[in-house]
């Protein structure tokens, strides 16, 4: 008897230990994927996104709207970093980082600047990651849209793929008079608020695939 409990004393120690390191690692792992989020530059792009359709829309804006900005945008950049960069660039007044009077310099005045401009820039530009109401905002306030809007933005940046939303990879957005002095520009019906605004060339490539696919489908049916 003694024997057999010196025997299997140290293989169960030993099997205790296994199991317990076993058991920490599965923890800790399962920990590290819980506490594993958007990073800060998803969140940044995603809050522009979100901003920008908003400037556009207004507090009316829906999710086709956030598709159609996050989908011009992404077509400007391989990463969220460049088509954050684009973003900002391209609706500059309406990030509170952004160069809004484009004079070289962030500063006080591109919020003046902003103020100035017709449509809803003075404060779009300081929605944030919250429900908090944004500064000079006149009208009213509504946090639950603001939040599902920023929301549908997030989970656009974290899938990064492309939303098909106008059925043409668009790099632009505008109503129809914006395009009126840009005539190499298509007029994409998206279901936005905003036309899509598409090269010829991405136009006539999505026409193809549409008759490829088309074409497989009566050669499977044979």
């Known amino acids: 008897m003694t024997r057999l409990t010196s025997t299997l004393l140290p293989r169960g120690i030993a099997l205790a230990f296994l199991i317990g390191i076993l058991y920490g690692c599965c923890v800790r792992s399962t920990a590290v994927a819980q506490d594993v989020g958007p990073t800060s530059l998803q969140l940044a792009y ?16 829906r999710v086709v709207d956030v598709r159609l900005i996050y989908e011009a945008s992404r077509y400007h950049g391989r990463d ?8 900002r660039r391209h609706s500059a007044c309406t990030n509170p980082l ?4 484009r004079d070289g310099t962030v500063d006080a005045r591109d919020d003046a600047a902003a103020l100035r401009r017709p449509g809803n820039a003075g404060w779009t530009r300081h ?4 429900d908090a109401r944004p500064r000079n905002l006149r009208g009213p306030w509504d946090p639950e849209r603001w939040e599902r809007l920023r929301r549908i933005a997030m989970v656009l940046v974290l899938r990064d793929e492309p939303t098909g939303v106008c ?3 668009v790099w632009t957005w505008g109503r129809a008079s914006a395009f009126d002095a840009r005539p190499g520009i298509v007029r994409i019906d998206c279901g936005a608020y905003n036309l899509g605004g ?3 060339q991405a136009v006539e490539r999505a ?3 549409r008759e490829q696919r088309a074409l497989a489908r009566v050669v499977s049916v044979r």
């Open 46 to 61: 995603a809050l522009d996104v979100a901003r920008t359709a908003v400037n556009e829309a207004s507090l009316g804006a």
């Open 80 to 87: 969220d970093l460049t088509r954050l960069r684009w973003l």
């Open 98 to 101: 952004g160069d809004c009077n």
């Open 127 to 130: 929605l944030r990651w919250d």
């Open 167 to 169: 059925g043409v990879p």
């Open 198 to 200: 598409a090269t010829p």
């Open 207 to 209: 026409r193809r695939r």
